[in-house]
């Protein structure tokens, strides 16, 4: 029976570690993408305000008369409107002339990486400036070009310290470094400034690292992924594509070992008390045999002393199962928490890529000096500005049944509008879309932007199904009987696992491309809207995924 118990013990701690670390791995890849999500909007957000500040006007004149009376109060204005965290305008000299932090008026930064790499340049440059406490700025900066010729410069300080200290309050050790590998933020600011490994040789850690890993016994069957101070640690890492960014996090074992634990606790437990049953039947059988009342009596006594310990240790693994449940409930929530977060992530995803396409364009452009075709670009970009904080408002709508926000909706306008944001991937690579949308309306009653994101996101994945494929090909099919019928087909190499399709964070992209959110979401949408998603493998080869949905007419809408 003993051998028994602790080969069990031994097999249940080798599964359930390896399944609670892989559990703890998967969480810290979710909040691996929103924390390099929520940089890089702060960073291509910023990225724009040179390029308009540098057209504005009443800079120009300020710095073409010499006259800087109404600059900074102009700035701050800016800065209230864009939501900067530091604006500042510099002449020629690399003097301050005007800015929202006041104190920095009449400073000079002529020898300064930003005022000198945007003096040699007519773009917008960037740069990341070490301070003398360790600190670093990270500032965006553009010339003033007036009759071809540089009279200023406008400078945008990035405020990314405010991720840095929003990471401090948890319990994960994260650090960003750059192309180079020097480490730019972390929650330890000791680490500023040396590449990981010497920062790993850092001794005294402070509360946010120190919370990190103390506590953490290496209990894991497999060897850790790094070990600091003798603890074993769990790294996850990832690429911020900005300038050849990476972020890196280093998470404790503690997590991984509560959930084992409490299962290990029961099945000692359990043997426990069928080791004492075992005792209690032999001790009965020796005093049956036994001719000595006495020694039946100090029998009794020891098996009533045996079952006292095992009743207060029963009472003590009870008290831990009941932390332990606490625990994982916890956990629960935060892994709901997690979930939601990656939604926004990835609902958000796709316009950003639009607007870094435009951007890129409107750049070229404007160096082109071809301004009309460049301001029709911006335009677009507002319009997935707006799109975005429709997106956000939608979002909430994903916890509940849907309905209220209905409306009437031509399917055919919704297909041309997924193709128009999906026209910057489309010009990438050349991929053959074949249409066959009838002339007439197609009329649904459903929500247009969520039936736009949901064409979107099929668009999306058959583009990089079609990656490999010599001559991609996209099939778009739209038609109409009892029901609505809208299929888009590829011809890439098809899904290998279609029972699992539909599950959140199931993906078959490389790390970093995706995080499995897309289809749930989708398939969600189209279930909010009466109709169903499904998919298959075409007999030719490519996947077909198939959205069906009521058809509207004037019976329907009679009965909504």
Known sequence: MLAVAVATVLITNRLMTERATETTRNRAEVRLALYS????????????????????????????????????????????EIGAASISLLDRSGRVVGATNRNLLGATYRSEPFFVDAMRTNETVFSATRRTEGAFDFTYS????????????????????????????????????????VVVLSTEPRWRG??????????????????????????????????????AVLRTDARVPFRGWRLVTYTAYDTVRERVNAVLALEIMGFAILLAATFYMLSRRAWSQSMSFQRESAELRLLNQRLQREIAEREKAQKELASAEATLAQSSKLAALGEMSAAVSHELNQPLAAMKTYLAGARLLLQRRRTEEAMSSFQRIDDLIERMGA?????????????EAFEPVDVRHCVSAALSMMEPQLKV???RINRQIPRRPIMVLADRLRLEQVII?????????????????????????????????????????????????????????????????????????????????????????????PLFNDRTETVE
Do not use: C, H
């Open 142 to 181: 553009r010339a003033v070009v007036k009759d071809n010729q540089v009279i200023g410069i406008v400078a945008v300080v990035v405020d990314l310290m405010k991720y840095e200290r929003t990471w401090a309050g948890l319990q994960d050790a994260v650090l960003v470094t750059d192309s180079s590998g």
């Open 391 to 403: 997106i956000t408002r939608q979002l909430k709508s994903y916890a509940r049944k849907g309905g």
């Open 457 to 549: 996101n099929l668009l999306r994945n058959a583009l990089d199904a079609t990656k490999g494929v010599n001559a991609p090909q996209i099939d778009i099919a739209l038609t109409e009987g009892t029901t609505v019928s809208l299929t888009v087909q590829d011809n890439g190499s098809g899904i290998a696992d279609l029972s699992n399709l539909f599950e959140p964070f199931y993906t078959t992209k490389k790390p970093g491309e995706g995080v499995g959110l897309g289809l749930a979401i989708s398939s969600g949408i189209i279930k909010d809207l009466g109709g169903r998603l499904t998919a298959t493998n075409a007999d030719g080869g490519g996947a077909v995924f198939e959205v069906q949905l």
């Open 194 to 231: 040396l590449d990981i490994k010497d920062a790993l040789a850092v001794q005294d850690p402070p509360s946010a690292i120190l919370r990190a890993f103390q506590v953490t016994a290496d209990w894991a069957q497999e060897p850790p992924d790094a070990y600091l101070r003798g603890e």
């Open 37 to 80: 999500g929520n940089m890089m909007n702060e960073l291509q957000r910023t990225s724009v305000v040179p390029l308009l500040l540098a057209r504005d006007a009443s800079l120009i004149g300020a710095l073409s008369s010499n006259e800087y009376t109404s600059t900074s109060q102009r700035l701050i204005s800016f800065q209230t």
């Open 429 to 431: 690579r050349v991929v």
